[in-house]
């Protein structure tokens, strides 16, 4: 999308260093699998990447995401800056005060913690795969 100036898909949130796809998968490295994005704010704002975020996964859902199980797929939202926080728990509160969702609003807000890149075959993964939109 206009704005997004590049995607990187790794590992993060949790203790284990340089951790490997299957480590992550296997449980008991504490990392999330997430998507660190750079962005120009003059053209995308924080807040519509949000929106983005929100509206491409179900985050009332508790210990994983579709059939994806596991806390390395929990719904979490990691922050760099004290501004990038207040939007964040702003977007989940707004959310959840919307009624949209039957259930509560389960996506933690935490500060960002060091990012392991995921190995090569998992970055552009849908555009590897013929998946991606527009195709």
Known sequence: MDGVLDTEVGYTGGEVPHATYRQVC???TGHAEAVRIAFDPQVVSYSRLLEI????HDPT?????GLDRG???RSVIFFHTPEQEAAARAAVAALEA???YPRPIATAVEPAREFWRAEEYHQRYYE???LAPGR
């Open 71 to 73: 806390d390395q797929y």
């Open 53 to 56: 975020f929100f509206a491409n």
């Open 61 to 65: 859902q508790v210990g994983g995401q």
């Open 26 to 28: 296997a449980g008991g």
């Open 98 to 100: 919307s009624g949209r």
């Open 128 to 130: 590897k795969q013929g």
